[in-house]
């Protein structure tokens, strides 16, 4: 499909104006205003084919305004008539969870301390500085110069620095992102290099790791049913969504289903 201008559009008879389509454009927001112009197309259309349909089934009267929340209820009351959307069984909850052990353990702990030298993001100088130094304690650290406890005092500005610059027992999602991730993924001792986070450079001695531990299916249960249900929905809410559109007609656009949203 080739645009150049925004599009009069023509569902079943029923027209999606150009200046609506124009309003759409500022919620689909895409390298160019093209692309921009065909999302907001096909939001329309498939609004559009979703209203008529519900009306076709009394759902909603021929001039009835449906608020958003109804609107957004209209997908899932049409499919509760017209699509039969199967449930996940307890053997595929069960194979799911045979075949995904690593997504059901618990948060794996981390015992760590650290030195932390404080720099801006945003201040370079600071932070090259901060690196330099952070390299300089490592390196009086692997060569036992001085107690990892001595330095966080000296150089540290975590309040740390006054137990030796322990974080105690860390599990997921207690830091910082980019702190977690390095410090979850190294081997117990002396990190040797520093790690860089948005407060500073960090010097990091981790004590001690404690891996997840599975967690029993029936735990778990729930969760997985829910998220196999959704998807399944999602799925069948495409199928139904494509069908609508291929029992349309529709006048000035055609979807590329096979490159559809819909279909992600």
Not at 147 to 174: N, R
Not at 222 to 240: E, G, P, S
């Amino acid at each position: 499909m080739s645009l150049t201008n925004t599009p009069e559009i023509v569902i079943n008879g029923r027209k999606i104006d150009a200046a609506a389509i124009d309003t759409e454009i500022q919620y689909h927001p895409a390298p160019s205003r093209r692309e921009a112009m065909v999302k907001a197309a096909e939001t329309l259309i498939i609004r559009e084919l979703i209203l008529q349909r519900a009306q076709e089934l009394a759902l909603l009267t021929p001039t009835e305004q449906p608020d958003n929340e109804q609107e957004s209820n209209l997908i899932d009351d049409l499919m509760d008539i017209e699509a039969k959307v199967p449930k996940a069984t307890d053997e595929e909850c069960k194979r799911y969870y045979q075949a995904n052990p690593e997504k059901f353990v618990t948060s794996p702990l981390v015992e760590a301390k650290h030195i932390l030298l404080l720099a801006e993001p945003k201040d370079l100088d600071r932070r090259a500085e901060c690196k330099t130094i952070a390299e300089q304690l490592i390196e009086q650290l692997q060569q036992k110069e001085e107690s990892f406890a001595q330095l966080a005092l000296k150089y540290s500005a975590c309040p740390s620095k006054e137990t030796g610059g322990s974080l105690g027992q860390l599990s997921s999602g207690q830091t910082v992102a980019e702190f977690q991730r390095q410090v979850f993924a190294s081997d117990e001792g002396l990190l040797p290099r520093p790690i860089e986070s948005r407060f500073g450079l960090h010097v990091v001695y981790i004590d001690r790791k404690v891996p997840g531990k599975a967690l029993p299916y029936s735990m778990v249960e729930a969760k997985i049913k829910q998220f196999l249900n959704d998807k399944v929905h999602r799925k069948a809410v495409a199928q139904y969504i494509q069908h609508l559109i291929g029992e349309a007609d529709i006048k000035g656009f055609s979807f590329n289903s096979e490159n559809s949203p819909l279909m992600q």
